[in-house]
Each structure stands twice: as structure tokens, then as C-alpha cells.
């Protein structure tokens, strides 16, 4: 079985802001975390997150964001094609 890979948040928020395009401090990494949104331990001082867990949340946001994106997308045909089926 493979090891897990442990990184620390400075690390973390380099491989996540990677990953979806988008600058994220190490700050925000730590809120996710604190919010339960973002798997992490706390060892000492210290946050620690495993690699796999950074990779899932990377997916799980672009998912959220392809989701929203096309939501909107949806939204704007029903309204344009709303507006032309009112005329007489």
C-alpha cells in the first residue's frame, strides 16, 4: 500500500491554488479547515493535510464551479428564450 503524503498548509495552498487556476492563501486553506469544509489535523501548532484529501477538495470545488457555471448558463437561455415567447 502506497504511504500517504502529509503536507504542511504553505505546501498545501501552493498544490490547490495550482490545481484549480486561482491564487489561495494558506489562511484559506485554514478556514476550510476550521469550517470542516477541508480534511486537516492539527498536530501541535502545526496543520498537516493529507495530499489525497487537497486532491479530492481541488475536485470537488471544480465540480461545484462547473455545476454553478452551467446553472447560470441554463438560466440565461430560460430568460432569453422567456422574453421572446411573450411577444405577439
Known amino acids: ?11 498545501a495552498a501552493h498544490v490547490f491554488s495550482h490545481a484549480i487556476g ?3 492563501s494558506p489562511d484559506d486553506l485554514l478556514d ?6 477541508l480534511k486537516a ?8 493535510f493529507k ?9 470537488k470545488v471544480l465540480s461545484d464551479r462547473d455545476k454553478a457555471k452551467r446553472a447560470r448558463e441554463n438560466e440565461r ?12
Open 41 to 48: 489535523e492539527k498536530i501541535g501548532r502545526y496543520w498537516q
Open 77 to 88: 437561455r430560460k430568460i432569453g428564450t422567456g422574453s421572446s415567447s411573450n411577444a405577439i
Open 1 to 11: 500500500m502506497p504511504k500517504e503524503v502529509f503536507l504542511r498548509t504553505k505546501e
Open 22 to 24: 486561482e491564487d489561495v
Open 51 to 59: 495530499q489525497k484529501d487537497i486532491v479530492d477538495f481541488c475536485k
Open 32 to 37: 476550510y479547515a476550521r469550517a470542516g469544509r
